[in-house]
């Protein structure tokens, strides 16, 4: 009988310690502030970072030149991104195909799990095969923080300080950018906030990669970012974007630049932290634990039984997320973001269950659902965007599917999900367009009312505003009670004690 070859993925890994100082990390697919801080932080564990550029139409093309067919489309534009770089490597920058596959590899997160996600590194290696570039290594970091990674003389070092270091800059990315998201809507000159901005880039990159105090640098961020002049004073929709996590993280082509196209439509963006996501990832480990404790073991009795390893685990858990929160709220301090709440991962899953279970998972899981109940409830947003990827089977079940039920329970709701192929900017853009319309109307109809519970005038608010020096700064964000910001900002401003004439 004739033997049969089966094909197998040679699936090259090898990264030797002594190669660590000559080959090129390259990654990418988060913001260009996180990219650029995970660049810097990587750089001060020894390694040779490269942060790619934010994926764009071209890097589609090139995905889906190479890729296989019926992906989602984030798998098309971040395997696309990677082997557009290593043509540019080749025919522009004129290295080898050898001195490629030798003197870089890409370094990506994956999972394995119920969506595409979990083939996203069978799909790299299949593109960079098709490409030319057979034999590129590709690491995989697992959701739950593994690395698919055999050799023993490993150049990637897994040790407690490379994830410190990871989830410092994440953090990092996060602070900076909600401080971004809160008050470029508002700047009075254009172009002041983004260049703050770039200034706090190059601080706390300068201060990760010199192994510096960042507490220093964030200080150093706060009273730059406090400099910027801006109005509040002034009602605009504020809009949360949830949706699949590339989807709402990137800021390309991925999503047709939505948080810029918000901005410029005059609207405030409120966007999801990555640290979220880690936070969420925790979650689900102690509900998978949580649960396998009360399973019936094989016992005749069926007498459920507790073990210390589960129970220790659940505790590190425990820690981990009371240290992962406690670091991001001292960085929010230190850069002046106040008033900012991470999702409570428990709250968002008992609110979630009702209409998405807690056991299922790919995406988002329950947290979609989940936000958009929140929104409305504790009156947030004005607009719940999704931002549903073309091919995405996690998104289609929720946007599509369980999201119609929790809009027909909450009939206040605004909510809109888009689906993002990549070459339908135009048809995103104006469902988009509609929908803030009704969001700017509810920002207006709050302001109004604000206006009229606070007893005060457009006139005396600017007067109350111009005498309060705290309130004006861009590092300032007036306390929660409605969804608008400038009403919140009224309502703040006539609490405080005001010298009658
Ligand atoms: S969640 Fe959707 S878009 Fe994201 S990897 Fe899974 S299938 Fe693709």
Redesign the pocket.
Known sequence: MQAVAQWHDPNPRAFSKARRGGTTLLFGGLTAMHDALIEAALTALGYRPQALPCPDRSALQCGKEFGNRGQ????YFTVGNLIKHLIHLRDVEGLSREQIVDDYLFVTAGACGP???GMYVTEYRKALRDAGFEGFRVLVFENAGRLQQGEADTGLGLTPGFFIALLKAAMLGDVVNAMGYRIRPYEVVTGSTDAALTECRTLLCAALRERRSVRRALRQCRRRLAGVPVNRLQPKPKVSIVG?F?AMTTEGEGNYQLQRFLEAEGAECEVQAVVSWVLYSVWEAAYDTRERMLLRNEQPTGRRRFEFAPLRKMLLLRLGRIVLRRCFYRYARHIGLSGYHLPDMDELARIGHDYYANELR??EGHMEVAKLIQGVTQQKVHLTLSVK?FG????SGVSDGVQSLVIARYPEANFLAVETTGDGAVNVHSRVQMALFRARRKAEDEYRAALQTTGIDDGRATARLAARRRCRQATHYPPHRVAGTAANLLYELARQPWPRR
């Open positions: 989602c489309n984030p798998t969506c595409r996600f699949e590339w790919g995406g990827p995405c089977m996690p998104s």
